[in-house]
């Protein structure tokens, strides 16, 4: 069983940043491909950002190229999501998301493609 924590979430104003984290409990993290997805209210699940699991693969919806950055460390069972310049529409319910692969290059951004979720963290940019 996997097992996946953000934290990081918070109320921050239009420009500044906030950093999450996703802590995972399996022992085979370092085989999972990971990626970031959102949820504003009244909209749907959407992309965010994806990582392989060797960490040399990224991938970024569109709304965020160039502001966010995801990483990983596989020593500590982490990942992030750096979000600079913050916009009032990046408001949502941030979500993690974990999908076992044997192809370390890989990333996935499809919601329906990952196996593993947590239970999100708030973010909030007030203008």
């Known amino acids: 069983q996997v097992q996946l924590v953000e934290s990081g979430g918070g109320l921050v104003q239009a420009g500044g940043s906030l950093r999450l984290s996703c802590a995972v409990s399996?022992?085979?993290?370092?085989?999972?491909?990971m990626g970031w997805f959102r949820q504003g209210p009244g909209k749907e699940r959407e992309f965010v950002a994806g990582?392989?699991?060797?960490?040399?693969?990224?991938y970024y919806a569109d709304s965020v190229k160039g502001r966010f950055t995801i990483s990983r460390d596989n020593a500590k069972n982490t990942v992030y999501l750096q979000m600079d310049s913050l916009k009032p529409e990046d408001t949502a319910v941030y979500f993690c998301?974990?999908?076992?692969?044997?192809?370390?290059?890989?990333?996935?951004?499809?919601?329906?493609?990952?196996?593993?979720w947590g239970q999100g963290t708030q973010v909030t940019v007030s203008s």
């Open positions: 998301s974990a999908r076992p692969t044997s192809n370390s290059n890989m990333y996935y951004t499809s919601a329906d493609q990952y196996n593993y």
């Open positions: 399996a022992r085979t993290f370092g085989s999972n491909a």
């Open positions: 990582i392989s699991w060797s960490g040399g693969r990224t």
